[in-house]
């Protein structure tokens, strides 16, 4: 299991993209869903107890309310921090409980390390 512990610097560093918890490589399948649309398919491919990044092709603007669904989870509200057309990050409304982030790292961990 790869930890990755980022946290951005400089004067390109986006101030709401500064993680203080430590990130897990994971390849999760997942739903993603904007509040009041269909959903579509992402894959989470790192996790923390406060958000994660998933590849996933939308057009999602900084700020959006969104909700992701995880295998054997309810969805959770999710804010996209960001986006670059490919990727996007998002924090969990509500963190997720150790117990549950260990699961997933353990359920569905990253085939590249």
Known sequence: MANLFVRPHGPAAHPLERRFAPRSC???PARMRQSGWPGFEVEIVNLSSSGFCAIAVTGMPEGTRA???????ASQECRIVW??????????ATPLAESIEAWLIDRFPSPVE
């Open 26 to 28: 994971v390849a999760i």
């Open 67 to 73: 909700w992701i669904q995880m295998p054997g989870l």
């Open 83 to 92: 986006n670059d057309g490919a990727t996007v990050g998002a924090e969990f």
